[in-house]
């Protein structure tokens, strides 16, 4: 029964009320063998009546529709029915304060809507959409759920923007850096996490898997919620004292030192361990410029992106620490790191904080 369960397909419902995204969407999704798309609803009425007659596995929501919007419905299904729900707007691109409701109401996830564009953006395109429909199949949602492990695609790694580190110890300085990886659920861990530092606490980098222009959005909310100064990461921007840079979405950041100081690259490049910006890639920059400097984090995701760089930092004498499986979101990044014997300590979310910064020194 266990394994009959495992093998079956992810079933999707798409609610969005126009045709020709319905159409694309259901093909994009189709087209990944782990995903069946069950049905398509126009409005949030619809929808309710199908998922009477049967449950989804994850449900792609659309913000503005007749009727009813997306996050009306989202915060109806959250309190009577909780059900894995990705977030599927145009208004995505606008950073809108919406999207920031529906994590708040519930979403597992949030991603743009399909475009015309290019080829590799409408690969890259499926990627992002076939993976945060698996990350949310997975996720907790209201009781919990049982995780399951989904085959990975191939993927490529750091070595496509940066050689590997040494793993003997590097010259180092003084000044202690922070990083931080997340995906999925990440939204929420990332604010608890960020609250419970104080004004002063060492500099933080961040990568958080989002939507481009999102990110923006995501740093301004958690700025006015704690005490250090968080901002969305612009090339060449100060790693200090008290701030927090998060990587803007659809560009890697990397760590670079400059003398006695730590800045940041913001570039683009291709998708590292399925993402951009990847974990992998800011990991690997800090184990390389740090050192024994740095300590490293992986919060809740769905894959593995961040386990290998995590290793590497850990190898380069950073301190490490992955969130324990009792407060993730997905339980895929911290497993992945854990199974790989990357990260040194195991830690539930709302003591995160107090352990990095214990030993910060």
């Known amino acids: 029964m266990v394994s009959q369960a495992l093998a079956r397909k ?3 419902l798409i609610v969005d009320d126009s045709a020709s995204v319905r159409v694309t969407l259901t093909e994009i999704l189709a087209s990944d063998p782990e995903i069946e798309v069950m049905g398509a609803a126009v409005d949030p009425y619809a929808a309710a009546e199908m998922i009477q007659k049967e449950l989804p596995d994850v449900i792609t929501l659309d913000i503005e529709m007749p009727r009813m919007d997306g996050i009306t419905f989202l915060r109806k299904l959250m309190s009577q029915r909780p059900l894995p729900v990705v977030i599927c707007s145009s208004l995505v691109a606008e950073g809108s304060q919406a999207l920031l409701d529906a994590l708040e109401a519930g979403a597992v996830d949030v991603i743009l809507k399909p475009r015309l564009g290019s080829r590799q953006y409408l690969l890259d395109y499926r990627v992002r959409i076939c993976d945060a429909v698996k990350g949310a ?3 907790r949602v209201g009781p919990r759920r049982t995780l399951a492990s989904r085959t990975v695609q191939p993927k490529l790694t750091a070595d496509v923007l940066l050689p590997p580190p040494q793993e003997r110890g590097i010259r180092t300085v003084t000044e202690k850096i922070i990083c931080i990886g997340a995906s999925t659920g990440g939204t929420e861990a990332l604010r608890v996490v960020l609250e419970a530092l104080p004004s002063q606490a060492p500099g933080v980098v961040v990568v958080q898997h989002m939507p481009e222009t999102f990110t923006n959005q995501f740093a301004k909310r958690l700025d006015g919620l704690c005490r250090v100064a968080v901002k969305e990461a612009v090339d060449g921007d100060a790693v200090e004292q008290g701030r927090v840079l998060i990587a ?3 560009f890697h950041m990397m760590l670079q030192r400059v003398g006695t100081r730590y800045r940041v690259e913001v570039r683009d490049g291709p998708l590292v361990s399925r ?3 990847s974990v992998d890639v800011l990991f690997r920059s800090a184990a390389r410029v740090a050192g024994a400097n740095a300590l490293g984090v992986i ?3 769905m894959g593995d992106d961040g386990a290998q760089g995590l290793l590497e930092m850990r190898r380069s004498g950073a301190r ?3 969130e324990d499986e009792s407060t993730c ?3 895929g990044m911290p497993r992945e790191a854990i199974r790989r ?9 709302d003591r995160m904080a107090g352990e990095v910064l214990k030993h910060c020194g």
């Not at 014997?341 to 979310?349: E, G, M, S, T």
């Open 10 to 12: 992810i079933r999707v």
């Open 248 to 250: 803007p979405g659809n």
């Open 299 to 301: 919060l809740t995701g």
């Open 329 to 331: 979101v997905v339980f």
């Open 275 to 277: 993402h951009r910006p």
């Open 341 to 349: 014997d990357a990260a040194q300590w195991v830690v539930p979310l």
């Open 137 to 139: 199949a997975v996720a």
């Open 320 to 322: 490490t620490f992955a």
